[in-house]
């Protein structure tokens, strides 16, 4: 067990993408890390790996944010292996495209069951878990302002989770944890690039007035600032982390 006078973070969706540009940047901050993550363990080492590397504390655990026992024992062996948990990150998901259909109810209820109850089911554990002056933070998304045809199911998946922020802000009052959610535009990472062409990525890059997609670096700074001492004032918003996309 490391000292208990680290502060500790989990972040789930830490294997890849943002969730591992925060899970790095946390780790940069002092945080001790418990990286969570669906199937990709290789991925999830090389984070573990990096972070070690620089002299910070992670270890991997694998599990189904969905799943009600896979996020409880991921609390469990966290509370078990740093003695203590003070910022949780939701930044697990999936983006499947799938236009309103009766043929696309079964993307509906997969993007549903990732992304929302994911979230809800880690937001439920991060309120039973965290002391008092804890953060939580959930990752959703400023494509919720486009309604692109084909985002039905993610955009619908993530308007759910931006409006779960504010009432578990509500029922955590007295307490002093701050809940949260970044909402990026697009950023390059395998969720976003996956199946889209060179020129459809270029015209998405051109919407944001900055005229370029952002980097997960960029998203894990924004929760860097809501993780740390100065965001202890931000509660029950939604942060919009777009370079003007949206
Ligand atoms: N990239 C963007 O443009 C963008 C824009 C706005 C919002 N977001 C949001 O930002 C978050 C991170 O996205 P990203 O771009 O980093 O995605 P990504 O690169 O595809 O990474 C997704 C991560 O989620 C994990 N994951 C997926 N399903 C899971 C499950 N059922 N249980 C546990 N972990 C699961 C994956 O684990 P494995 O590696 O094991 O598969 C991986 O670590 C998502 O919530 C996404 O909706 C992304």
């Not at 409006?163 to 578990?168: A, E, I």
């Not at 690039?193 to 060179?198: D, H, R, T, Y």
């Not at 670096?217 to 509660?235: H, K």
């Given at each position: ?50 972070i ?14 969905s ?29 499947p ?60 998946s ?12 509500n ?20 969720l ?21 997609i ?28 777009n370079?003007?996309?949206?």
């Amino acid at each position: 067990m490391s000292t208990t006078t680290q502060k500790v973070a989990i972040v789930t969706g830490g294997s890849r993408g943002i969730g591992q540009a925060i899970a790095i940047r946390l780790a940069a901050d002092g945080f001790a890390i418990a990286i969570h993550y669906a199937s990709n363990g290789a991925k999830a080492e090389e984070t573990v790996h990096a972070i070690r590397t620089v002299g910070g504390t992670a270890i991997a655990i694998q599990g189904d944010v969905s799943d009600q026992h896979d996020v409880a024992r991921l609390f469990r062996q966290t509370m078990h292996e740093f003695g203590r948990i003070d910022v949780v990150v939701n930044s697990a998901g999936v983006m499947p495209m799938a236009k309103i259909d009766v043929d696309n109810l079964g993307t509906l209820d997969k993007t549903v069951t990732t992304n929302l109850r994911g979230a809800f089911n880690v937001m439920a554990q991060a309120a039973a878990h965290l002391d008092d002056g804890g953060r939580i933070i959930v990752l959703s998304s400023s494509v919720i302002a486009k309604s692109f045809p084909g985002y039905g199911p993610y955009i619908a998946s993530k308007a759910a989770v931006e409006s779960l922020v504010p009432v578990l802000a509500n029922e955590l009052r007295g307490r002093a944890i701050t809940v949260n959610a970044i909402a990026p535009g697009p950023v390059g990472t395998d969720l976003f690039l996956e199946g889209k062409s060179e020129e459809l990525i270029t015209y998405l890059a051109k919407l944001a007035p900055l005229e370029r997609i952002g980097k997960p670096d960029e998203i894990a700074s924004a929760v860097s600032f809501l993780a740390g001492p100065d965001g202890a004032w931000v509660n029950a918003q939604v942060v919009r982390v777009n370079g003007g996309y949206a």
